[in-house]
């Protein structure tokens, strides 16, 4: 309690939501101001998470317990490796995507409620990362929830309210329902903190209620099959550096969350011993085959990349079924190289269509010979997606396999397989287009290259480096972290 | 630069040390970088750096000749991937790199010539280098793991490569090939994945004894191998891109894929079933060779291996029969490629069934594998010659090129007779020991069916005669047409020497077959576990007997035969029924139902429940809206009961007002009278003071009258008293003036409602 780091979850968490209010007033005045105290904001996030690392290396827990509401409520906060691998991926992200909003949002109107809204959002999601009990995580769950409405509907267009709006209805039934699995969770553990032991251990149809809860409330944000609906929809029509945001981040919220309710709620064995895991593993299958095989029917760009979101989340939540640290070690792994590919490929997309205005997948025939980096860093992440190595989508899906063949489940292994090949069906065709396909409107001579600026190129560069360096790299720290994370995991959470 | 490394030579008996391997797959993957940015300034540059790149890879893969005479030699990079990048170079994998370095060299230095006036050159160079590396990394692996990696690669980078002219057609069959061949990897990384899973290595090692203790199946494993391999190496039924692919990549890309790339298939066919699955080499006692031999008589491998045979026919059989009705030249010499590769598999096939004594099939097969390799190349090159003038290849078109470039018809006639098993030429060797293990193993077997399968080999081998006739008689014979009569047939020198080159080569190894046997192939065989006897017997071969050549007559009456009757009938004009091609008999089917069923059903499915939902939010707000409704009714009976209630209470209001009077008038009246009585009292009293006895009676008379009085305002008080007793006695029950009050406030949360209500209808 009485040192710095204690406080420092406390600081990473309300400095974005200051911010949020310091950027509301100083965009009154300067709009270069604010675009600089964005940037900073998610700059100052990403170290000030960084700056945990040496403490959360040596295996400490950080914790605080900021106020008590009841006897065993309170508002607290709890940094372990998978908190803190977490909370690191998503400032890491939202750092490059504010600084690629920052040349893609130059065109659009209402900045002035974008980046406080792009803040706020940011504190809530590292909030629930670094939440210490499930009071407070549902706290910054809706809080998150509810602000990212305002970027889902940025656009304003009758297409981006409906989806706003089911986004919304499908926000609230995911909050009741996490509200009610953690009210069940209180009534049977007598406390809903990450911090005790195991909080329900005896599988009644009670816990069972409550597990469902879970699942319909993180499911819901993780897109899982059946509640998936508002993601299609959502994604794809927001501004491209919110999309990136939602697919690539805002969605491990949901993974997160189910990774806390099985091993710190019900705990693996039990969860095993009772047959619940089956229920999510059946889900998860038809998330990911469902996913993939929609995507493929797709034509539009960013719709085509939604879908791929869903069967990619689908693998997440098929790895955390199967309890071994192999897998979980697939798992947490994906969680970062699907942030980085999927953040990739929809800020390449929105280069695209800043650039070219096209959405369809048909019209970007050639777009590759005009813009020749940022489509190569689209088939970098998108080859990645693929599992071809050396890539990082390739070493989570070997580590999710193997972990699947050790609890002797090889048709999950088959499952992944086909996705890839369904993945490579609906991404191949695209890169083989963008450089190899004719453009419509064939000039003559080498096509002119009119390449995004270099603020928008710079952080799709650095993502498609990051899903090629963190897969060939001997030197790996979201490996690095994950490994660590699912040994901890494994062990009991503490 | 690297190749100045001095080799690191770990003394320790076996194993060696060596960063060459590492080196030859990082030399032209450097080169390719290189290439690309020398390729921004200049072509010659660039064409300069990528032929030495290759010429550096060569250097590298040759320097490693002395550390594999004396074992494997490894290197780990430790770490990448996190699985870390194994090599592990022993005779075998060095025969295939030596190979597929010299043959890409002198294919590159082809392709300065033929790309000069083509558009993309540097990215196809640079395609052309990383390809290169990849190929080689896949012959160089050490375990699986790293296999496959090069392998994932190769597909991805050959693409590029097929693709280059970005025709319809190249577009059409680099995606065939590019779907197949992730397809394949798919298979290959689930082989890879069970394999891994139940043993716990994936090093290329003989690995049965480990295996057949473990739960693996592994002939599931052995298949889901075949096919990955067996996509790369244009096994039927899994061949169809080749015909497709390789004919419309520029000639030098087609030569690699044809001549180097396909035995990449092979070479993991061979690693896997030839290898990982046979069990460790026991230095077998041969005394009781007999009961080893009895218990090996099951192995999976071997079962699997007569399989393979039998693909392995099957597929040079029907390449044989497609390039005979094939015109356009390239697509000729890629359906030979896949009859060859018949060729190679069934000798793989052979080693495989025979176990320990399938030394002659391998033999067979790798010498078979180094000659496509050799006149495969030269012919795509030779052919590419003459694209580079005519810009066209259908043997019905371009004819009498013997006129033109006699040269190449001259090297054309010895890769003709390589092919054909003329003796002299280089595919005689190969084909004498293929010929020599079909005979060895349909004899060992005593199975009926593989006499029958030694038949199709020397059918076959007529066909094979068949159809270069037909493409040496098209191409070069006949008249020179008008279009190409004009045009300039001359050519920079690289072309002359490649070629030169090529028909050296295949010249050399038909006179001196023994020389590559002693060399390359017999070494390669003793990293298998093939008994002494049968490599000694290899060893002291003579294919210069009676008996073979005798053999090759056979089928060179045959051929002629069979090219008359052919001719005669006008067989080579026939085209194949569309319907009868596996394409469409089996792929075009499978994708529709995978792309129709699969996907457009998943597609129904996901928006059906989208659909659920927004019906589920339609009904939801239409039970809203009745609620609505019900609450707008309680809302107006609720106004209007307290319309009357406020009525009421406003009249009793009133009549309480008007009681209140009544009682207040009547109250002052009774003071008025009081007051009154009180003065006359007093003037009374005044009146009695004054008077006497008089006014004693008076008293009385005056009490008298104050009794009388006070009786009337007794009376007079009697009924307000008791109306007001009525009013004190329950104030409880009626207070008029509360009632007002919560009436108010009734009314005023009422129309708070009705306004809350109202402004959601509005939002509604």
């Known amino acids: ?494 | 630069m690297m190749i100045a490394a001095v080799p690191e030579v770990n003394a320790t008996a076996e194993i060696i040390t060596s960063i060459l391997p590492a080196a030859a797959v990082a030399i032209p993957l450097a080169g390719s970088v290189a290439a690309f940015l020398l390729g921004l300034r200049s072509d010659r540059l660039r064409n300069a750096c990528v032929v030495v790149t290759t010429l550096l890879t060569l250097a590298a893969v040759l320097f490693m000749y002395p550390l594999v005479l004396r074992g494997p030699a490894t290197w780990e990079i430790a770490g990448v991937l996190q699985f870390g990048i194994f090599f592990r170079v022993d005779f075998f994998s060095f025969v295939f790199a030596a190979l597929i370095s010299l043959i890409w060299f002198l294919a590159t230095l082809h392709a300065t010539a033929y790309m000069a006036h083509e558009d993309a050159q540097t990215r196809f160079f640079v395609f052309l280098l990383a390809t290169l590396a990849s190929c080689l990394g896949v012959v160089l692996a050490g375990d699986l793991f790293s296999l496959f990696l090069f392998f994932e690669l190769m597909t991805l980078l050959s693409y590029v490569l097929v693709i280059h002219d970005e025709t319809k057609d190249a577009m059409h069959a680099g995606a065939v090939m590019l779907y197949l061949g992730v397809a394949g990897g798919l298979c290959l990384l689930m082989g890879i994945f069970l394999l891994y899973g139940s043993i716990g290595t994936l090093e290329i090692k003989p690995l049965y004894d480990l295996i057949a203790v473990s739960s693996l199946n592994p002939y599931v494993v052995m298949l889901l191998f075949m096919v990955g391999f067996g996509v790369k190496a244009g096994m039927i039924p899994l061949h169809i891109w080749l015909p497709k692919a390789h004919p419309v990549a520029p000639s030098p890309a087609s030569a690699l894929l044809s001549a180097l790339m396909i035995n990449t298939g092979a070479y993991g066919i061979f690693r896997v079933v030839g290898m990982i699955f046979t069990p460790q080499a026991t230095g077998v006692d041969h005394g009781d060779a007999s009961a080893v031999h009895a218990a090996l008589e099951m192995l999976p491998s071997m079962q699997v291996g007569y399989v393979i045979i039998w693909i392995g026919i099957i597929t040079m059989f029907l390449g044989a029969l497609m390039a005979l009705l094939s015109t356009a030249a390239k697509k000729i010499l890629a359906y030979s490629s896949v009859s060859q590769m018949g060729y190679i598999l069934m000798g793989i096939g052979v080693a495989a069934y025979l176990g320990t004594e399938g030394a002659m099939g391998f033999a067979g097969a790798l010498y078979h594998i180094i000659n496509h390799a050799f006149f495969k190349a030269g012919f795509f090159l030779m052919v590419g010659t003459i694209n580079m003038v005519t810009h066209e290849l259908d043997i019905t078109v371009v004819r009498g090129m013997l006129q033109k470039v006699p040269f190449v018809a001259i090297v054309f006639l010895i890769g003709f007779a390589g092919i054909g098993g003329i003796p002299g030429f280089n595919g005689y060797i190969s084909k004498t020991l293929l010929h020599h293990a079909i005979v060895e193993a349909a004899e060992h077997s005593h199975s009926m069916p593989l006499f029958f399968a030694e038949k199709i080999f020397t059918v076959t081998s007529a066909m094979t005669l068949c159809y270069f006739t037909k493409l040496f008689r098209g191409l070069f014979l006949g008249k020179v047409p008008d279009r190409f009569a004009a045009k300039s047939y001359r050519y920079p020198w690289p072309v002359y020497a490649v070629l030169g080159a090529f028909g050296a080569v295949i010249l050399a190894i038909g006179l001196f077959p023994h020389f590559l046997l002693k060399l390359a192939v017999i070494p390669a065989a003793r990293g298998f576990a093939y008994n002494h006897h049968a490599l000694e017997h290899l060893q002291e071969i003579n294919v210069w007997n009676r008996h073979d050549v005798q053999g090759i007559l056979v089928v060179l009456a045959l051929a002629a035969v069979l090219y008359l009757a052919l001719d005669r009938f006008n067989f080579f004009a026939e085209k194949p029924p569309r319907w009868l091609s596996v394409e469409y008999l089996f792929y075009l089917p499978a994708v529709r139902f995978l792309l129709q069923t699969v996907c457009t059903a998943s597609a129904r499915f996901d928006s059906f429940i989208n659909n659920t939902y927004l019906q589920s939010c339609r009904l939801a707000r239409g039970a809203c809206r009745l609620v609505t409704l019900f609450d707008a009714s309680v809302n107006e009976a609720y106004k209007r009961g307290g319309g009357a209630v406020r009525t009421v209470a406003e009249r009793t209001g009133q009549f309480d007002g008007a009681l209140n009077q009544a009682y207040e008038r009547s109250g002052s009246l009774a003071r008025r009278l009081a007051d009154r009585t009180e003065q006359l009292d007093s003037a009374l009293n005044g009146a009695y003071e004054k008077s006497g006895a008089a006014a004693k009676e008076l008293v009385h008379k005056t009490a008298d009258l104050d009794e009388a009085l006070d009786s009337a305002y007794e009376q007079a008080g009697e009924p307000s008293r008791r109306l007001r007793d009525r009013l004190r006695g329950h104030p409880s029950d009626w207070n008029i003036k509360n009632l007002n009050f919560d009436a108010l406030l009734v009314a005023l949360m009422l129309g708070l409602l009705l306004f809350i209500i109202i402004y959601y209808a509005r939002l509604q």
């Open chain 1, 1 to 494: 309690m009485d040192r710095v780091t204690d406080f420092l979850p406390v600081w990473i968490v309300a400095f974005p939501l200051v911010m949020t209010f310091v950027i509301l007033a100083v965009q009154q005045y300067s709009e270069k101001l604010r675009n600089v105290l964005s940037v900073a904001a998610a700059a100052v996030s990403f170290l000030s998470v960084a700056a945990l690392y040496p403490f959360i290396a040596g295996g400490e827990i950080i914790q605080l317990q900021l106020f008590s509401l009841l006897p065993n409520l309170s508002v607290s906060f709890r940094v372990d490796i998978l908190s803190f691998s977490l909370a690191l991926l998503a400032s890491f992200v939202w750092l490059l995507v504010t600084v690629y909003s920052l040349e893609y949002m130059r065109h659009e109107h209402g900045c002035n409620r974008y980046y406080p809204v792009l803040i706020a959002t940011l504190a809530g999601c590292i909030g629930i990362f670094l939440a210490g009990d499930f009071f407070t995580l549902f706290i910054f769950f809706e809080l998150m929830s509810l602000i990212s409405y305002v970027l889902v509907v940025h656009e304003e267009t009758m297409e981006a309210l409906r989806a706003g709006y089911k986004y919304l209805i499908m926000t609230i039934i995911g909050g009741l329902a996490l509200f009610f699995g953690i009210v069940i969770t209180f009534e049977l553990g007598g406390s809903v903190s990450l911090n005790g032991p195991l909080l329900i251990r005896e599988p009644s149809p009670l816990a069972l209620l409550a597990f469902i809860a879970y699942l319909i409330g993180f499911g819901m944000k993780a897109g899982m099959f059946p509640l998936h609906v508002w993601l299609p929809d959502a994604h794809p029509v927001a501004p491209s550096p919110a999309s990136a945001l939602l697919s690539g981040v805002m969605l491990k919220t949901g993974a997160y969350g189910l990774l806390r309710v099985v091993f710190h709620v019900f705990g693996g064995k039990m969860l095993l011993e009772a047959g619940w895991t089956t229920l999510l593993a059946a889900l998860a299958i038809i998330t990911i085959l469902l996913g993939s095989a929609v995507a493929l029917t797709q034509e539009d760009l960013k719709r085509r990349l939604a879908y791929s979101s869903i069967g990619q989340m689908g693998y997440i939540l098929l790895g955390m079924t199967v309890i071994n640290e192999k897998a979980l070690l697939g798992d947490v792994f994906h969680i970062f190289s699907h942030a980085f590919m999927k953040s990739t490929l929809f800020l390449a997309a929105g280069a695209i269509i800043l650039k070219t205005g096209k959405r369809k997948i048909k019209a970007l025939s050639g777009v590759g010979r005009q813009m020749p980096f940022t489509l190569f860093a689209f088939s970098l992440a998108a080859i990645s997606m693929m599992g071809i190595p050396p890539l990082s989508g390739f070493l989570s899906k070997w580590a999710l396999s193997l972990g699947a063949l050790d609890a002797g489940k090889p048709y999950y292994v088959v499952v992944l397989l086909i996705s890839s090949l369904l993945n490579g069906l609906y991404y191949l065709p695209i890169i083989i287009s963008v450089f190899f396909g004719r453009a419509e409107e064939e000039g003559h001579g080498p096509a002119r290259i009119n390449e995004a600026p270099p603020k928008m190129l710079v952080p799709v560069a650095l993502l498609a480096l990051t899903t090629f360096l963190f897969g060939i790299l001997p030197w790996n720290v979201p490996f690095d972290l994950s490994q660590m994370t699912a040994k901890f995991l494994i062990r009991g959470g503490f």
